[in-house]
């Protein structure tokens, strides 16, 4: 069993709608939670960081942890088309990104 | 402020052979990374450098897979010889550290460098 599952996708909606992407681990010792947006053939860059559980809202983006059920949510909101990308939920049991432990990544796309 | 370099972007190469590539942090991040990214898969981390020192290499192939960083601030990952399931992407990342060793909690990646092993 992975440490930690994403649905890879893809995922494909309108512009506007609401996206929810998921991620859910294994591993009791991850305290810190992160969202990274990989557009195709470039790095990854950080969306969010989240350390307890609850919501952390950000422009139009709001990260959820809810650590009892080990599962954490991003949320979308008026989806845009340069949305579109991979967005990778990665997790750490250490301060400071250190030693992350990445999903797969879903694959996003929003169509005008 | 200039990001991670890497270099090159796109490397093609035969089984067995040798390969380096090369990355270059953002200027004053005492923390490197290099992860290893397959077709579909999320970043996996190699190795971890704190200035010139390794942090963690728990993750690197010993056998195949070597990493330096002399100064403390560029830093080259080898593989030799190479294997068809080393065809990946190849991320380096830094990050700095605040005043009483606090890690930052954002990591900043390079392009990558694209590896195909024919």
């Known amino acids: 069993q992975k440490e930690v599952e994403q649905d890879p996708g893809p995922l494909s909606v309108p512009e506007g709608a609401i996206v929810s992407l998921n991620c859910t681990y294994s591993?009791?010792?991850?305290?810190?939670f992160m969202w990274y947006r990989q557009y195709s053939r470039k790095g990854p860059e950080l969306l969010m960081y989240?350390?307890?559980?609850g919501n952390k809202e950000d422009g139009r983006f709001t990260a959820q942890v809810d650590k009892s059920s080990k599962y954490i949510s991003l949320f979308i909101r008026d989806s845009q088309p340069s949305d579109s990308a991979t967005y990778l939920c990665?997790?750490?049991?250490?301060?400071?990104?250190?030693?992350?432990?990445f999903g797969q990544g879903t694959r996003l796309t929003i169509n005008p | 402020e200039a990001g991670v370099a890497q270099s090159p972007r796109y490397k093609i190469i035969e089984k067995r052979q040798s390969v380096a590539f090369w990355c270059n942090p953002i200027?004053?991040?005492?923390?490197l990374y290099w992860y290893q990214q397959i077709l579909g898969q999320g970043p996996k981390l190699l190795i971890q450098?704190?200035?010139?020192?390794?942090?963690?290499d728990s993750q690197l192939p010993k056998d195949r897979f070597s990493a330096e960083r002399l100064k403390g601030v560029d830093s080259t990952l080898k593989i030799q010889p190479a294997k068809l399931e080393d065809s990946a992407v190849y991320l380096c990342?830094?990050?700095?550290?605040?005043?009483?060793?606090?890690?930052?909690?954002?990591?900043?990646f390079g392009p990558g460098t694209r590896l195909t092993v024919l």
């Open positions: 990342a830094s990050s700095h550290i605040r005043p009483g060793l606090v890690y930052s909690d954002t990591q900043y």
């Open positions: 591993n009791s010792a991850f305290q810190y």
């Open positions: 989240t350390y307890s559980s």
């Open positions: 990665a997790m750490s049991s250490i301060q400071g990104a250190q030693k992350l432990v």
């Open positions: 200027s004053g991040h005492a923390t």
């Open positions: 450098f704190q200035n010139n020192g390794v942090v963690d």
